[in-house]
């Protein structure tokens, strides 16, 4: 495992933009695959964004895609979310993720989790 911390969470009124970090420790950082995901309050976590361990391949929720951008720089040990055209549903605790080589898309599949960062998104 490597141990994630989340940074950047905040409020921002719709259609705004807030950059989340996940910043990582440990050495091997480069081998693992990322991801992102998010709960609001009552609501099953659920999927963001995931990116391979040098980021060739990205993959978003359709409820995201064309809005939030997941990147990383593995000389940093971070990975980023950048969030635009925030919308109110938006508003969740954010996590991030991550699980040795090959990306993925579902929670379980991680095994590395961040403390979560509230981003709250008003209308």
């Known amino acids: 495992q490597v141990q994630l911390v989340e940074s950047g969470g905040g409020s921002v009124q719709a259609g705004g933009s807030l950059r989340l970090s996940c910043a990582a420790s440990?050495?091997?950082?480069?081998?693992?695959?990322m991801g992102w995901f998010r709960q609001a309050p009552g609501k099953e976590r659920e999927f963001v964004a995931a990116?391979?361990?040098?980021?060739?391949?990205?993959y978003y929720a359709d409820s995201v895609k064309g809005r939030f951008t997941i990147s990383r720089d593995n000389a940093k040990n971070t990975v980023y979310l950048q969030m635009n055209s925030l919308k109110p549903e938006d508003t969740a605790v954010y996590y991030c993720?991550?699980?040795?080589?090959?990306?993925?898309?579902?929670?379980?599949?991680?095994?590395?989790w961040g403390q979560g960062a509230q981003v709250t998104v008003s209308s």
């Open positions: 993720a991550g699980r040795p080589s090959y990306v993925a898309t579902i929670a379980s599949d991680f095994g590395s």
């Open positions: 990116i391979s361990l040098r980021g060739g391949v990205r």
């Open positions: 440990g050495r091997t950082f480069s081998s693992y695959a």
